[in-house]
């Protein structure tokens, strides 16, 4: 923005938590007119957080549903697409219908990779 630069990360904790942090930097000597704006912009981009949170809370839930056909990150997406790829060839178990035993996942994954 004009008035301001900022950032933030997700860092996943866990299946069900996610630290989420940033900062936003401001001009040393930032005018009246500048602060009021960032002053706007933080409220928007509040609002805009919190739209983001509770997107993600319906997409994990929709994947609770019997007509869940898969993850909802579309492989159309060319950089979404390369990244399952390559997941995919890595853990092959990534393929299967039907998600194995954790217990037997570092062993069908070695044996899906030796068939190529």
Do not use: C
């Amino acid at each position: 923005m004009p008035e301001s630069v900022q950032f933030y990360q997700e860092f996943p904790l866990s299946t069900g938590e996610t630290l989420l942090r940033g900062a936003i930097y401001r001009y040393k000597d930032e005018t009246r007119e500048q602060a009021a704006a960032r002053y706007l912009a933080y409220r928007i981009d509040r609002d805009t957080m919190n739209e983001d949170v509770q997107l993600s809370v319906w997409s994990n839930e929709s994947m609770l549903s019997e007509a869940f056909e898969g993850f909802y990150l579309s492989d159309l997406e060319y950089g979404v697409r390369t990244h399952h790829d390559h997941l995919r060839k890595q853990v092959p178990v990534l393929n299967l219908e039907t998600a194995p035993e954790e217990k037997d996942m570092w062993g069908l994954n070695d044996v899906l990779r030796s068939r190529g």
